[in-house]
């Protein structure tokens, strides 16, 4: 039986080297992983490839690794809420594969559930499609994307339990429970851990998560 480890920050930190591609769950400044992040910027470490929703802002969780250029890649739909980061995105510091919003938890939840990839509309007729395989269904043009995962990911929780469990507050629901689903392996950051969580109420089962840091 796999079984969830309950860890601390030093650990965890043990986890993030060189070159580490890392999914990062959260939606702007909500449901993201921040204290972990924050001990992350204090470690020297560099040339890191992000896959996240947004790139936050220059002060919180992995918004403060770009504004140190410890980033060399960033898969998201947007980075317009960091201004440090599009500062230096125009100064060529760091590459973007910018995705459509849609089609980033698209490729995610592809990797999750083992999909080999998609046909979808949207980007067609863009920079997004260029050296994408093109398919007409229905009369209709479509571009090929192909899964997105990583070998790490870091989410954020309200609530596990002692089999690893976890349970969300609010919208911090967002990119979370299925970026757990489809990294190697799952580090939890949560605010609580209790004896037990209703299985009715659990969202992301302790199986898919390989180790949680209260913080």
């Known amino acids: 039986m796999i079984m969830t480890e309950f860890i601390d920050m030093e650990k965890a930190l043990t986890f993030i080297e060189d070159n580490s591609e890392i999914m990062i769950g959260g939606f702007g400044g909500c449901g993201i992983p921040r204290k972990i992040?924050?001990?992350i910027s204090e470690k020297d470490v560099g040339n890191l490839t992000l896959i996240t929703n947004d790139a936050?802002?220059?002060?919180?969780?992995?918004?403060?690794?770009?504004?140190?250029?410890?980033?060399?890649?960033i898969i998201c739909s947007h980075i317009g809420t960091n201004k440090k980061a599009t500062e230096l995105y125009s100064q060529n510091k760091f590459e973007v594969e910018f995705v459509p919003q849609g089609t980033f938890v698209e490729r995610i939840r592809a990797a999750a559930f083992g999909i080999g990839g998609f046909y979808t509309p949207t980007g067609v007729g863009t920079?997004?499609?260029?050296?994408?395989?093109?398919?007409?269904?229905?009369g209709k043009e479509y571009i090929f994307e192909k899964p997105l995962s990583g070998d790490l990911c870091i989410i954020n929780a309200f609530k596990?339990?002692?089999?690893?469990?976890?349970?969300y507050r609010g919208t911090?629901?967002?990119?979370?429970?299925?970026?757990?689903?489809?990294?190697?392996?799952?580090?939890?950051?949560?605010?609580?851990?209790?004896?037990?969580?209703?299985?009715?109420?659990?969202?992301?089962?302790?199986?898919?998560?390989?180790y949680i840091v209260k913080t």
Do not use: C, W
Not at 160 to 167: C, E, P, S, T
Not at 173 to 195: L, Q
């Open 37 to 39: 992040f924050k001990k």
């Open 160 to 167: 596990a339990d002692k089999f690893g469990n976890l349970i």
């Open 56 to 73: 936050s802002y220059p002060d919180i969780a992995h918004g403060i690794l770009l504004a140190q250029n410890k980033v060399k890649k």
């Open 127 to 138: 920079e997004i499609a260029q050296g994408k395989e093109k398919r007409i269904i229905n």
């Open 172 to 210: 911090a629901r967002n990119f979370n429970p299925i970026m757990a689903a489809a990294a190697n392996t799952v580090i939890a950051e949560v605010e609580d851990i209790v004896d037990e969580i209703d299985h009715n109420k659990v969202i992301t089962p302790g199986v898919l998560v390989d």
